[in-house]
């Protein structure tokens, strides 16, 4: 059942990602020695989800020379997915890490292309990097309770009941925050789907909940959608647009569940199963180095590892 408020951080966009060629190979053993890393199916999961965005403009507010610039702005950022970030920034998360204690490294150049060799020097360094892409698990205790208000904040009641139910099951509460309420079908849904297709949903129709992240195990996505269906699900024509719409979003790679609030006996095993699938997918290897990163280490060598990862994607 939706509300009048939706998620601010689901708006129409244009993605581009950037990251550093060491830190791809620090994460991937498989492309560790090729002279161009990039097309690495675990970077290309891990990117997904925080990659940099260009949020289109709806007002009048820009001139055209600023127009112009965003157009040419939002061209570099595509030009792969992800790409290399600029040397600069490349060389300047190099040298700061180093600088903390985290790796050791060179530089070489080789028909025209520069390459970056990182060492690790510390432990468990590839899951530190791959726990620093779901930020989420890096967040402070007041944080994260400050965050899940405002989740709450856009539930009804009886999506705010199995939302607590949620984050009472999970190991960590940090995990919840993966469970998005209120997203829109347009964001979730390819753009070159067939026209017909997409006029089954309005622009602001959404969903109640959202689960989307990428399985670190298998080269997959865990993509869920999670309906709380009340007594205005019981029409003929109601029941015929929620076929509609579960229709667009299988046939967009999500599975979609459809939970009765008079069958609230059947939540607390649906509950755990969405929780295990979730940490399955996460893996208690990146929720142990989430956790080293929140407690262990020290603050110049927390900032270089985030740096590492956010950086290159706030330059894309």
Same mark, same amino acid.
């Given at each position: 059942?939706?509300?009048?408020q939706?998620?601010?951080?689901?708006?129409?966009?244009?993605?581009?990602?950037?990251?550093?060629?060491?830190?791809?190979?620090l994460?991937?053993?498989s492309?560790?020695n090729?002279?161009?890393?990039?097309?690495?199916s675990v970077?290309?999961?891990l990117?997904?989800l925080?990659w940099?965005?260009?949020?289109d403009?709806?007002?009048?507010?820009?001139? =055209? &020379?600023?127009?112009? #610039? /965003? $157009?040419?702005?939002?061209k570099?950022a595509? +030009?792969?997915?992800?790409?290399?970030?600029? @040397?600069?920034?490349?060389?300047?998360?190099?040298?700061?890490?180093s600088?903390?204690?985290?790796?050791?490294? =060179? &530089?070489?150049?080789k #028909? /025209? $292309?520069?390459?970056?060799?990182?060492t690790s +020097?510390?432990?468990?360094l590839?899951?530190? @990097?791959?726990?620093?892409?779901?930020?989420?698990?890096?967040?402070?205790?007041?944080e994260?309770?400050?965050?899940? &208000?405002?989740?709450?904040?856009l539930?009804?009641?009886?999506e705010?009941?199995?939302?607590?139910?949620?984050c009472?099951?999970?190991?960590?509460?940090r995990l919840?925050?993966?469970l998005?309420?209120?997203?829109?079908?347009?964001?979730?849904?390819?753009?070159?789907r067939?026209?017909?297709?997409?006029?089954?949903?309005?622009?602001?129709?959404r969903?109640?909940?959202?689960?989307?992240?990428?399985?670190?195990?298998?080269?997959?996505?865990?993509?869920i959608?999670?309906e709380?269906?009340d007594?205005?699900?019981?029409?003929?024509?109601?029941?015929?647009?929620?076929?509609?719409r579960?229709?667009?979003?299988?046939?967009?790679?999500?599975?979609?569940?459809?939970?009765?609030v008079?069958?609230?006996s059947l939540?607390?095993?649906?509950?755990?199963?969405?929780?295990r699938?979730?940490c399955?997918?996460?893996?208690?290897e990146?929720?142990?180095a989430?956790?080293?990163?929140?407690?262990?280490?020290?603050?110049?060598?927390?900032?270089?590892?985030?740096?590492?990862?956010?950086l290159?994607i706030?330059?894309?």
């Amino acid at each position: 059942m939706a509300v009048s408020q939706t998620c601010p951080w689901h708006s129409r966009y244009t993605v581009g990602a950037f990251a550093a060629d060491s830190v791809v190979r620090l994460l991937d053993d498989s492309v560790a020695n090729l002279l161009s890393p990039f097309h690495s199916s675990v970077l290309k999961r891990l990117v997904r989800l925080r990659w940099g965005c260009t949020l289109d403009i709806t007002t009048s507010t820009a001139d =055209d &020379e600023a127009r112009f #610039a /965003g $157009a040419v702005l939002a061209k570099i950022a595509q +030009r792969g997915f992800p790409a290399p970030c600029s @040397l600069d920034l490349e060389r300047f998360l190099l040298k700061q890490a180093s600088q903390a204690g985290l790796i050791k490294y =060179d &530089e070489k150049q080789k #028909a /025209g $292309a520069f390459t970056f060799r990182a060492t690790s +020097r510390q432990k468990n360094l590839a899951n530190l @990097l791959k726990a620093c892409f779901f930020a989420e698990l890096l967040l402070q205790d007041d944080e994260v309770e400050s965050l899940l &208000e405002r989740y709450f904040s856009l539930c009804t009641p009886a999506e705010r009941e199995f939302y607590e139910m949620v984050c009472r099951s999970c190991p960590d509460p940090r995990l919840a925050l993966f469970l998005a309420p209120q997203r829109l079908i347009i964001t979730m849904v390819r753009l070159t789907r067939p026209r017909e297709e997409m006029q089954i949903i309005a622009s602001d129709q959404r969903v109640d909940f959202t689960l989307e992240v990428p399985n670190l195990v298998e080269d997959k996505w865990l993509r869920i959608v999670v309906e709380i269906d009340d007594t205005s699900h019981q029409g003929r024509g109601q029941r015929a647009l929620d076929a509609q719409r579960d229709g667009l979003l299988k046939s967009n790679g999500w599975e979609v569940w459809r939970l009765n609030v008079r069958e609230r006996s059947l939540w607390k095993e649906k509950v755990g199963e969405l929780v295990r699938m979730l940490c399955a997918a996460v893996t208690d290897e990146v929720l142990q180095a989430a956790k080293d990163i929140r407690e262990k280490l020290s603050e110049e060598s927390r900032q270089a590892l985030t740096d590492l990862v956010l950086l290159p994607i706030a330059e894309a």
